[in-house]
């Protein structure tokens, strides 16, 4: 089955700085890959996601990319600031039964 | 707000015990999943339901069961209860189909002491 590995499990970055997250996935059948970003106790919320006919997408200071070739897709956040510390996690949607498979996470921290 | 309704937000049970969560989807949604999330890790699927019907199962426990009524809401229940038990449960819900977003609610926190 579908596994998904995500890449650091910790970055720390300089506030005004980028980051960038990688997630790597198995299944060459998946096709829709969501960002998710989860503040301390709260909910995780979609951030940003991508289909498989798609190699880029933006939405103001964050962007997905992903590379069908290779299985692996990235989350890249711009000039970065104190809000954006959360834990993000990436998932891909799975063959017939549609699962979303996620990666471990991200701690995200913003230094300021 | 999501639109993902979960019931209660915070509980507090004693080991061996039995408790049962909630859920509500958004309108329109017809599946729901239910993810367990311990102190600081990643989130964990625990099982899919999709108009009424059991249509992913991941890691649960014999000891847990879930169930989607006609309404579409779902519960989830915990029985046995151990301290290890003790996390964040979250429900999502989405229309089922591929490639569309999952939305989760606010989550119930259960301890277990």
């Known amino acids: 089955g579908e596994n998904v590995e995500q890449h650091p499990s910790t970055l720390s970055v300089q506030e005004g700085d980028s980051a960038v997250i990688k997630c790597t996935y198995s299944?060459?059948?998946?096709?829709?890959f969501p960002w998710y970003k989860q503040e301390l106790g709260k909910r995780p919320q979609l951030i940003i996601d991508?289909?498989?006919n798609v190699g880029e997408k933006k939405d103001q200071r964050i962007a997905v990319t992903l590379n069908k070739t290779a299985k692996h897709f990235s989350l890249h956040i711009t000039e970065t600031q104190p809000e954006d510390s959360a834990v993000y996690f990436c998932?891909?949607?799975?063959?017939?039964?549609?699962?979303?498979?996620w990666g471990a996470g991200t701690k995200l921290i913003i230094k300021p | 707000d999501s639109g993902v309704t979960q019931t209660p937000k915070h509980l507090i049970t004693a080991t061996g015990q039995r408790v049962t969560l909630r859920c509500s989807p958004r309108?329109?949604?017809?599946?729901v999943y239910w993810y367990q999330q311990s102190l600081d890790q990643g989130l964990q699927f625990l099982i899919q339901?999709?108009?009424?019907?059991?249509?992913a199962k991941g890691n649960i426990l014999e000891r847990f069961s879930a169930q989607q009524f006609p309404d579409l809401h779902s519960e989830l229940n915990l029985s046995s209860l151990e301290l290890g038990d003790s996390a964040l449960y979250f429900c999502?819900?989405?229309?089922?189909?591929?490639?569309?977003?999952?939305?989760f609610g606010e989550g119930s926190w259960l301890t277990v002491v």
């Open positions: 998932a891909a949607s799975q063959g017939s039964n549609y699962q979303l498979i």
């Open positions: 299944d060459s059948a998946s096709n829709y």
């Open positions: 991508i289909r498989s």
């Open positions: 309108s329109g949604d017809l599946s």
């Open positions: 999502a819900s989405s229309d089922g189909n591929s490639g569309n977003t999952i939305y």
């Open positions: 339901y999709y108009n009424g019907e059991e249509r």
